[in-house]
């Protein structure tokens, strides 16, 4: 009989022992070993997280070369894809190689194609080949393989979009389910980073959510983009300001809410230091949603306790009750976001 591993993975772990798969600096990727309650997949793209991918690339000098060989040292240092920078992953979609026995009830058969829920940050992955990168959309096609634990999330890839598409939407999940929930009638929302991905995505739930009387308003830094966005229709204003110079956004975000300080703020940038840009537009018993993997919560904390913020911080956990499907709807629903995906990360 297969041997049984822990339920969260702590039998993959190499170094240190005594921590989970993610705090671990060093996982076991062999995927020779089979256990029980593990599916092990044939992984078909990586999609990195945007912090880390921003940081791999600067750090490569943009050179294609460099970013897949540095992908590749990672991996093979540490069994897994976690930036040693930013600490986070991505996500990956792959076809079911192998699904223990302990696993069989699942509504998952060998041959079907998913899409990963959990960070690569936790992953056991080995890389065979990189067949490409994408550097537009962050996203690394390869040879290899990848563990999902028994406690591991995934999604069965839908039939009605293409795997790019869903893959692009799923990678930021978590951000429009939190969106949906988080905002009440009549509120104001003020969403950073508000091109990418996460950014419209959260706009189209939240301006759902705030109704007729509710005001979202999307921060971006290059003005070019502020046209787009308006006619996407998922944004009340967009005002243009750079997230890491926090006194200038406050002024053109409170400006853009007659004066107010805002009910709940959303990070979605992919870079440092924004932490502030976040905290002070917002009223005090606010809410502050930090989905970005660039935030320090120590930055944050102290950030907010200095100026005397009494603010809700709310750390982005990927992972909210039916959030693939939440989100996968978005694109159903609506014909000009599908449009912008098909076009923009597919």
């Known amino acids: 009989m297969t041997m049984k591993g822990n339920k969260y993975g702590i039998h993959r772990v190499i170094e ?27 992984v078909i793209s990586l999609n990195i997280d945007s912090a880390s991918f921003t940081q791999i690339e600067e750090v490569c000098g943009g050179d294609e070369q460099k970013i897949g060989e540095m992908i590749l040292s990672i991996v093979a240092e540490r069994g897994k894809q976690q930036n040693p920078v930013t600490g986070s992953g991505g996500m990956f979609i792959g076809k ?11 509504d998952l ?12 940050s936790m992953t056991p992955l080995r890389i065979d080949k990189i067949l490409a990168i994408h550097k537009d959309i962050d996203r690394v096609d390869i040879i290899g393989q990848a563990v999902l634990f028994e406690s591991g999330i995934y ?11 869903a893959l692009a939407a799923l990678d930021v999940a978590g951000a429009p389910a939190q969106a949906r929930k988080l905002p009440k009638e009549g509120d104001s929302v003020l969403i950073i980073g508000a091109n990418g991905k996460s950014g419209v995505l959260c706009g ?6 705030v109704g007729p009387n509710g005001n979202v308003v999307g921060v971006v830094r290059n003005p070019k983009q502020v ?14 300001a750079s997230a890491t110079e926090p006194v200038a956004l406050l002024e053109a975000a409170l400006e853009a809410n007659d ?7 959303i990070s979605c940038v992919n870079v440092e230091s924004c932490e502030m840009s976040a905290i002070l537009p917002v009223r005090d018993d606010g809410l502050v949603y930090f989905f970005s993997m660039a935030t320090s919560f120590t930055k944050a904390a102290l950030g907010a306790e200095g100026i005397g913020k009494d603010v809700t911080m709310i750390v982005g956990n990927g992972y909210t009750k039916d959030h693939a499907e939440i989100t996968l709807n978005i694109l159903r629903e609506s014909e000009k976001l599908r449009k912008l995906f098909d076009q923009k990360y597919v």
Do not use: W
């Open 204 to 209: 189209y739930e939240a301006m759902k959510a």
């Open 155 to 165: 999604a069965k890839l839908p039939e009605d979009m293409s795997e790019a598409l």
């Open 96 to 106: 079911v190689a192998y699904i223990g026995e302990d696993l069989k009830d699942r």
């Open 16 to 42: 240190p022992q005594g921590v989970l798969t993610q705090a671990a600096y060093r996982i076991d990727n062999d995927m020779s070993k089979r256990y029980s309650n593990e599916i092990i997949c044939d």
């Open 259 to 265: 004066g107010k300080e805002y009910d709940i703020s």
């Open 227 to 240: 046209p787009g966005l308006i006619e996407l229709g998922v944004f009340h204003k967009v005002i243009v």
């Open 109 to 120: 058969k060998v041959g079907d194609k998913i899409a990963s829920l959990v960070s690569l």
